[in-house]
């Protein structure tokens, strides 16, 4: 790690900060440059709204799936979108634990990443349901039909695991984000957004009792938060892992899951940050160094990864088990094999660049690198479902899986999906901490002083 | 929450100056608000619960109204005409049966041959279409239910359509959930009965129902714990 | 300003300001002392002599009544239906660990939050403090102490005084 | 299964004033209503005709499947008016009857449900099938209720009445009966029933000059003319394979689709399970093109159509039949003639040799000479069941129609203008016709072209009778009234005798009451409650007459030869949705027909499968899509009829290619004829994209040297064992009995409401059959060794599909059933990702039959009709062992073997599937399981499946060891 005392240029004010970042929301810049954004994704969000509508009215028919891939886009999708909501959760809790003040430039975007992110998630396993409108058989309530949810599937857990990771992750953003509330409450002095600041901070004004609650709080939570993160993909990781099919039933697949969910959420949180900075002039407050200390996250986590595929072909050929090299080797030269050479080259080629520290540093560089990232997790997402189910044991069962139009439209509209709120957000809510930022600076003048 | 709990705010505090934004009462109108919508959740969820075991959702709060307005009160209770005489399939095949309009004139051939009310019923038989009654105890579709199995092992006609004996109008007497089924199905014993009494609407059980339940259950070979199989009744 | 006090505001420049003046204040025996800082301030809390706070042992009873819950809420739907599910035992606690676990977890990080709103006597959207001329500063980059007036030791004019010679940039009477 | 069995008494079926409770809906005006919107056609029905429409509508909506649970609506009950003593609602009757196939007579169990019938079953009790039966008889049912069904009389195309076609009979017998029926012709399909033979002869009484004609596009008549040739009379050839050690077969596919097939299927299976330590029958196969019986084959010889002859002369040589001279052999075919020849002297008269019905006559004169050589005892020769058999062919006929000698022509079941060879030009010579009557069921392309469309009834609304391929008679009941305006084939013969309103059993009566004479009431009820008249045909004594000599198939090129199609055969069944979608044997390919070729011949022109191929006859040509067929003879091409059809019905219609547009008139089976690409391709419907076992022991083999398999380990378990009930429930399929003929997954689709999804659908991966089977090749692809296995659910006691299903959906009962209930089921679809049998379906989209389609009459009531959204996969028939369950539990005893049999064991003709209860110890199924040959598939996983197999006989020969 790099010396945290300069992470931020000493040479700003505190009150500099808060009016600088309050003033995103109460005195929006770039007006316009949002507009053409929010259009953009409101297109996509109808896009998805339409492909939804399509896909309640005549059945999950209109996907590519069939038997034996009964599982395509929507359960790959899932996973990716909730692999990239982790990252926000590991940075802010994480590196909260551990102190590292450089997540604070990055936390709050983050936590609204992951938010967003997860409910693009959430929202997959409900519409590949077969009959989505009995969703809530899989609740535990006293029905008239005296039959309860199945609580040794993966899916059940599914529930339960998602749900949490929402609400926690609500309530851990939610209270980092009560005292900037406060913060451009008082700045704020139009009437409206003195109510809208005044109502959604609580009367938050900064007592030292309640900071000393506060903190224990904030930091109890993302102590929880951490194990939940991993606990979360670990578990959808068993949604695979549990079933017997070649390729999946295997015991690698939990931390191989949650590596290439921080590797894909850091890729995204690097994307996000980059274009934020240079987007509202917040250079001053995501330099280069928190770029640096992002690629090197980034290459750390891909290498894990990487770790992962080998170890998964290890498995297989030390298992020696016909049906795991026969999925072996159909995924390294079978119809989908574009897919796993995809996951590769996407991954970890370009992710070499990043050795050199000004890659690191160079916001366009690190901007590509990570895009290829997050292609090539969802290739290797595609590559983990469809690979394996398209030939499994059964010779005379072996098919094919290609996405049709809706399957399409649906993905990306839930691109839209996530953009819309998060656009909303960074209008509405102050996208960086500030009192952390201004307690770091703090930290940083003092240390000047000695 | 706005106008009153809002403080209106006076020009003599400056641009930076500071003043409360909201009154006093908007606090208690907050704190009024979240408790509200924390009842209306845990209410509402409740409530459903409560409602999908309501009379209305079963059905059973409801008389739907015949062609003929056939009491079984008077055949059934006055006459004491028995179940089987009309329901004649009800020992030897899954459903009871409904008579057909010659049953009905096996009697009403000889009296109230001209009664306004058995209109219906003439006409039935003069063109041979069929009086189209109103289904009362409708399961769904993907129930396959067996009226001969329950009379042969000693379930008594009123243990599941009660007092026919005293409806005027008939009526859905128990609510025909899952649950109902599912009661009987896990511990049958309770309610049993000897063979002569199926179609007795007032039969009650005796002081050691339980006891001689199992014995019929014994005597009746029934295949106590596979009956709560999905199969037993769906397919 | 209001006929009854809240008590008296001092506005310090810098965190450092704040606590030697809360350091002074309590020596000079006020004990009605509260300050309000745009972030966290390391050593204030001691120095006000804050009690601990017990958030932690809410959040352990909360994760052990979610994770109660989760383990009997599972055993009991298995009891209540017994069904066999791919030959496997009735009471998987293998498989109903993962719910156990999350529903720790959930209750455990609301009940903390919760309790530390609670606690802090949040939401509390009109308090008197509000309508102080500068506090709104305490929010950006201004400290404040404050001196309630419930204070046994607490004097409009003397309390004001010794808050000035303290260093305070500004020192205001805030009204209930 | 209760036996019940029941029959009409009196002329009167299923009567017009009979109401069941079937019919709720359809007594609502709004609903009737509705109809007459959505089918105008509807309105045209006389009265009763219309109710019975109604009926099936209301059918349709009673069964219309899946409605919410919620809350349980009022709605309406009809009671009967007058209910017969013998109909209690909500139980099946059963009527022994019989449908028929190529002229042939299936004896049948029919099942109906208040006056439909929904499944057929064979009739146990019957000698040629003992209760076995194919696809054809399976699927009969739903031809009843075809939409496309012609529904009343039409004249040019316009509706008529029966009046008026009574009327202008009327006027065409005057004319008749000027010249004695002079220029009165008669073209009909094969014909076994004695009541049609006997109006045929009553007619030609009336009128002496009057001519019948006969045109079978495919089946036993091909058969019957080689006969003619061979043996100097026609003759049906009846197989003893029960008695019989070994088969040598040129190019007959006698285990394959036809009238014979349950026949022989039956023999062979017996025959083969003979022993326990070694194959009880061995067959020794040539083939031209790939066919169940040289899948089955121990020793499997690749030839070429034209070459059977040379094969067979050789192969008599071999024997030393004088004559024979064995021409220059391949090594491979020297081997194999060899091992035949040493096995069939070892069997003597045990031995049967046989030439194909679609062979040269070559091959067939010297199949005669040898089995007349070998004394064999296990060919017996019968007068042909089929007839008339002093018919004129179809040649004379559109010779005279040329000549306009033919004034009136009555086309009887038969459908030239679509099945006659092009190069006859049949419909151009029926311009030539002043007045043309189409007797059938659909106004199909012949009945398009003819003056009058005369609606026939289905078998099952019909009574009639016909004979099976053994010549035993059946007696014709109707299962249903008609339920639309038609008539039977005898009442229209009637008509074209001079009667005016003929009741539909007179003339069978009339029939029967000649040969049973004295007590006829009584004979009669009891062959109506048979379901046959006990006596086959008496057997004949025949030699081939040595002067028939052999002669090659004309012409240079590559063989081109024609075969019906094995699932909708010569075209007849084009619009039935269970057949079209039936995979075919060996190509799993539904919806459409192929140009087989060999891989030889694919590598030599570049060809992929699917790739458009045109074959030229002569100066005619079709295209088709190419399938490269393992094991097909190289310079073999074979083209199935039976597609390309115009006036099938909505089913039928526009798929795939005519191969009668090319078939050459004198040459209907083999010719010679060329290939070429097109450069277009399509998309073909198969059901399996991969057919190599990719070297896993999915079918295992045994061998007479080791005649049981290695004991397999069961993977311990962590778990203990739940309790099970008294009985439990197990399946035992024979994959040495197994010839993939797909009656079980047809009896499947019928019992179980399986519904048709169509060919996109079917692209895509979705069939719904709840069971399949798998075909796997094995060695080279030019000659490989086929194996099929039937795939149903296994039932896996430890199943993973239970685990992954998060609302208990899908669950395991006492009696070991993997159960899924589709009133639970929300559609995760992850009990099939988890299933390493892939042997769930899913309803991707809803593909129940629209509501106001009759189809749904096929429904079967007991089993629920599956909505979109939910998983659905064999239940090992439960709706037979609850009812089973139920009847027992009346009678307050315990279940017994055989109380419970599911649809494909019942189906299967080689009773390769065997099911019951393996807590008994005496049960088949449990004496199965102790069998050497028994192994689970994929035990390795654990699962314990419930379905289990016998490894298949590997028997020499053929140097395969």
């Known amino acids: 790690m790099t010396d945290q005392s300069d992470i931020l240029p000493v040479n700003q004010s505190m009150g500099g900060v808060s009016d600088q970042l309050t003033g995103i929301p109460l005195h929006f810049p770039a007006e316009r440059r949002w507009l053409i954004a929010m259009l953009f994704a409101s297109l996509l969000l109808l896009m998805f709204m339409v492909s939804v509508v399509e896909l309640f009215t005549r059945g999950v028919g209109i996907w590519g799936i069939n038997i034996p891939v009964n599982w395509a886009f929507a359960i790959h999708n899932y996973v990716w979108w909730l692999g990239i909501g982790h990252a926000g959760t590991l940075i802010s809790a994480l590196l909260l634990l551990t102190q590292s003040e450089w997540r604070n430039s990055l936390n709050r975007f983050a936590e609204t990443m992951t938010l967003f992110a997860v409910i693009c998630a959430g929202i997959y396993p409900v519409l590949h349901l077969g009959r989505p409108w009995y969703l809530y058989w899989m609740f535990p309530y006293p029905a008239t039909m005296n039959v309860w949810p199945q609580f040794r599937s993966p899916l059940e857990w599914d529930i339960w695991a998602v749900l949490t990771y929402l609400t926690v992750s609500f309530a851990f953003w939610y209270t980092g984000l009560i005292p900037d509330l406060a913060a451009a409450r008082d700045r704020a002095t139009k009437r409206g957004w003195q109510i809208f600041f005044g109502i959604t901070s609580l009367g938050w004004r900064g007592s030292a009792a309640h900071w000393l609650r506060w903190s224990q709080a904030y930091r109890l939570t993302a102590g929880l938060a951490v194990p939940l993160v991993v606990s979360v993909h670990s578990e959808v990781s068993l949604l695979f892992a549990a079933g017997q099919i070649p390729g999946w039933h295997s015991t690698i697949f939990p931390p191989y899951f949650v590596m290439g969910a921080a590797f894909s959420g850091f890729a995204v949180v690097s994307i996000i940050a980059i274009s934020l900075r240079s987007w509202f002039g917040l250079k001053n407050l995501v330099t280069d160094d928190h770029l640096d200390l992002l690629g090197m996250v980034l290459i750390a986590t891909g290498l894990m990864t990487a770790y992962g595929y080998v170890f998964e072909i290890f498995d297989a050929l030390y298992s020696g088990d016909a049906h795991e090299l026969q999925t072996l080797a159909d995924r390294m030269t079978g119809a989908y094999a574009w897919t796993y050479w995809g996951a590769i080259v996407f991954n970890f080629i370009p992710l070499q660049a990043l050795w050199w520290r000004i890659v690191r540093r160079t916001g366009w560089m690190l901007m590509l690198i990570s895009i290829s990232v997050v292609i090539g997790m969802w290739l290797e997402r595609y590559m983990i479902l469809v690979t394996s189910l398209y030939r499994d044991f059964l010779v005379s069962s072996w098919s094919h899986f290609t996405p049709t139009f809706w399957d399409w439209s649906t993905y990306f509209g839930t691109i839209g999906l996530f953009l819309v709120p998060f656009l909303l957000a960074i209008r509405f809510i102050p996208m960086i901490s500030i009192f952390e930022t201004e307690e770091l600076l703090h930290e940083e003048k003092e240390e000047e002083h000695g | ?235 | 300003m209001a006929e009854r006090a809240y008590g008296l505001l001092a506005e310090f420049e810098s965190p450092e300001a704040l606590t030697a003046a809360a350091k002074k204040a309590r020596e000079a025996g006020y004990r009605r002392l509260d300050a309000f800082t745009p972030f966290p301030i390391e050593g204030l809390a001691r120095t006000l002599r804050l009690p601990r706070p017990k958030i932690s042992w809410v959040g352990l009873i909360g994760g052990c009544s979610g994770c109660g819950f989760a383990f009997l809420m599972q055993c009991f739907t298995n009891y209540d239906f017994p069904l066999n599910v791919g030959g496997r035992p009735l009471y998987a606690f293998s498989a109903f660990a993962v719910v156990m676990f999350e529903l720790t977890i959930l209750f455990s990080a609301l009940s903390m939050i919760v309790a530390m709103l609670w606690q802090n006597g949040l939401p509390r959207l009109n308090y008197p403090l509000f309508a102080a001329e500068q506090f709104h500063r305490a929010s950006k980059d201004r400290f404040f102490l404050c001196v309630g007036a419930d204070d046994g030791k607490f004097d409009k004019d003397r309390t004001s005084g010794f808050l000035q010679e303290l260093g305070a940039s500004s020192v205001e009477s805030v009204g209930r | 299964m209760t036996r019940r069995r029941s029959n009409h008494v009196g002329a009167k079926p299923a009567g017009p004033r009979l109401w069941s409770s079937i019919e709720e809906l359809s007594g609502d005006p709004a609903f009737q209503a509705w109809v007459d919107a959505e089918y105008p056609a509807a309105a045209e029905f006389t009265p009763t005709a219309r109710r019975q429409f109604l009926k099936l509508m209301g059918a349709s909506f009673a069964l219309a499947g899946l409605a919410g649970c919620e809350k349980s609506p009022f709605v309406a009950a009809l009671p009967y008016v007058d209910q017969p003593e013998s109909e209690t609602i909500g139980v099946p009757r059963i009527y022994a009857t019989a449908v028929t196939f190529d002229g042939y007579a299936q004896p049948v169990i029919a099942t109906t449900w208040s006056g439909r019938p929904t499944k057929l079953d064979g009739n146990p009790d019957h000698p040629v099938t003992m209760g076995r039966s194919d696809v054809f008889m399976q699927a009969a049912v739903l031809g009843l209720y075809d939409p496309d069904r012609a529904q009343a009389p039409t004249r040019r195309g316009e509706p008529a009445t029966w009046q008026d076609v009574v009327a202008a009979i009327a006027l065409l017998r005057g004319s008749w009966s000027k010249d004695q029926g002079e220029g009165l012709h008669l073209l009909i399909g094969p014909q076994s029933s004695p009541t049609l033979l006997r109006q045929l002869d009553a007619l030609r009484k009336q009128f002496p000059k009057a001519q019948i004609h006969l045109h079978a596009p495919a089946g036993g008549a091909a058969r019957r003319d080689l006969m003619a040739a061979v043996y100097g009379q026609p003759l049906d050839l009846h197989y003893v394979l029960d008695d019989c050690d070994v088969v040598v077969s040129f190019d007959d596919d006698l285990l394959g689709p036809g009238a014979n097939q349950v026949r022989n299927a039956r023999g062979w299976a017996a025959s083969r399970r003979r022993s326990s330590r070694q194959p009880g029958i061995r067959l020794y196969a040539a083939e031209s093109v790939p066919a169940a019986t040289g899948a089955m084959a121990g020793a499997r010889l690749m030839a070429d159509a034209s070459r059977m002859a040379v094969l067979a002369e050789a192969f008599a040589a071999k024997l030393g039949i004088s004559g024979a001279a064995s021409g220059d052999l391949t090594p491979a075919e020297q081997g194999w003639i060899e091992d035949a020849a040493k096995a069939s002297n070892a069997a003597k008269s045990r031995a049967l040799v046989t030439s194909g019905s679609y062979g040269d006559v070559g091959t067939a004169i010297w199949v005669a000479r040898i089995n007349d050589a070998l004394k064999s005892a296990v060919l017996k020769f019968s007068q042909p069941v089929t007839g008339p058999s002093d018919a004129a062919s179809l040649g004379d006929l559109v010779a005279d129609m040329r000549a306009g000698k033919v004034q009136t022509l009555v086309i009887l079941d038969c459908n030239p203008a679509y099945t006659a060879p092009a190069g006859l030009g049949f419909t151009d010579a029926l311009k030539q016709v002043r007045s043309t009557l189409h007797l059938g069921l659909q106004r199909d392309e012949t009945g398009e072209l003819c003056e009058w469309q005369l609606p026939l009834t289905h078998a099952l609304e019909s009574w009639s009778d016909a004979r099976a391929v053994d010549g035993t008679a059946s007696i014709i009941q109707p299962t249903i009234a008609p339920f639309y305006d038609v008539r039977s084939v005898h009442q229209i013969m009637a008509m074209l005798l001079g009667e005016i309103d003929p009741a539909a059993d007179a003339a069978v009566r009339q029939t029967w009451r000649a040969s049973f004479g004295g007590d006829f009431d009584a004979r009669w009820q009891q062959a109506l409650y048979d379901g046959f008249v006990e006596g086959a045909l008496p057997e004949v004594s025949a030699t081939p007459s040595g002067n028939a000599k052999s002669e090659k198939p004309a012409g240079k090129g590559l063989d081109i030869v024609f075969r019906p199609d094995p699932t909708i055969w010569d075209g007849q069944f084009s619009n039935v949705g269970w057949l079209q979608e039936l995979p075919k044997p060996l190509t799993t390919l539904t919806w459409g027909n192929v140009v087989t070729v060999s891989p030889a011949l694919a590598k030599r022109l570049t060809i992929a499968n699917g790739d458009n191929l045109e074959v030229m006859i002569g100066d005619r040509s079709v295209v088709g899509p190419a399938w490269i067929m393992p094991g097909q003879a190289e310079n073999t091409v074979s083209l199935s009829l039976g597609y390309g059809r115009k006036r099938a019905g909505r089913v039928g219609d526009g798929l795939g290619y005519d191969a009668y547009g090319v078939r050459p008139a004198d040459q209907p089976w083999i010719a010679k004829g060329s290939l070429r690409k097109t450069g277009t391709n399509e998309t073909l419907a198969v059901t399996q994209l991969h057919h190599r076992m990719e070297g896993f022991d999915l079918v295992r083999e045994v061998t007479a040297a080791h005649p049981s398999l290695a004991k397999q380990e069961t993977p311990p378990s962590l778990y203990p064992p739940w309790p099970s009930a008294k009985n439990a429930w197990g399946m035992v399929i024979d994959l040495d009995s197994c010839i993939g003929c797909n009656a079980c997954v047809a009896a499947c689709t019928a019992e179980n409401n399986v519904p048709v999804v169509g060919k996109d659908q079917v692209i895509v991966g979705r069939e719904m059959h709840w069971i399949r089977i798998a075909r796997y090749y094995e060695g080279e692809a030019d000659a490989p060794r086929s194996f099929f296995q039937p795939v149903p659910c296994m039932h896996c006691e430890q199943a993973p599909c239970e685990m992954g299903c998060p609302v208990h959906a899908t669950e395991h009962n006492s009696e070991g059933v993997n159960q899924m209930v589709y009133n639970r089921c929300i559609g995760t679809r992850t009990c099939s990702s988890y299933c390493p049998y892939k042997v769930r379906r899913f309803n991707f989209l809803d593909y129940r039959a629209p509501p106001q389609s009759p189809v749904h009459a096929a429904d079967n009531p007991d089993v629920t009709v599956r909505s979109r959204g939910v998983m659905e996969k064999c239940t090992y028939c439960t709706q037979r062992i609850e009812s089973a369950h139920a009847a027992a539990d009346k009678e307050n005893r315990g279940l017994r073997e055989g109380d419970v049999v599911t649809a494909c064991q019942a189906a299967c003709p080689t009773r390769a599937i065997t099911f019951g209860d393996i807590n008994d110890p005496d049960s088949e199924v449990s004496r199965l399981r102790r069998d050497g040959r028994h192994y689970a598939l994929l035990e390795e996983l654990g699962t314990r499946p419930r379905t289990t197999y016998l490894a298949r006989w590997r028997d020499g020969g053929g140097g395969e060891g």
Request: net charge positive.
């Open chain 2, 1 to 235: 929450m706005t106008g009153g709990l809002i403080v209106v705010k006076h020009s003599s505090t400056g641009q930076n100056g500071m003043a409360q934004i909201f009154s006093p009462a908007a606090d208690t109108w907050l704190r009024l608000f979240l408790l509200g919508s924390l009842a209306i959740v845990a209410g509402g969820t409740a409530g459903i619960v409560g409602f999908a075991r309501s009379a209305y959702i079963t059905s059973t709060d409801f008389r739907p109204s015949q062609p003929v307005p056939f009491s079984h009160r008077h055949h059934a209770g006055e006459l004491g005409i028995d179940c089987r005489y009309c329901h004649s399939s009800v020992e030897t095949a899954p459903r009871a049966g409904l008579p057909p309009t010659e049953t009905c004139m096996t009697c009403h051939s000889q009296i109230w041959t001209n009664a306004s009310m058995l209109e219906p019923v003439r006409k039935s038989l003069a063109d041979g279409k069929p009086i189209q009654w109103t289904r009362v105890a409708k399961l769904p579709d993907y129930v396959f239910f067996r009226h001969d199995v329950h009379i042969a092992k000693g379930v008594g006609c009123e243990t599941c359509h009660g007092r026919i004996d005293q409806m005027a109008l008939t009526f859905r007497a128990k609510s025909f959930t899952m649950e109902f089924c599912l009661d009987c199905h896990r511990d049958p014993a309770p309610n049993l009965r000897p063979k002569d009494h199926i179609t007795d609407m007032a039969w009650k059980p005796p002081a050691d129902a339980r006891a001689t339940g199992e014995a019929i259950a014994a005597h009746e070979g029934i295949r106590a714990g596979e009956l709560t199989h999905c199969y037993v009744c769906h397919r």
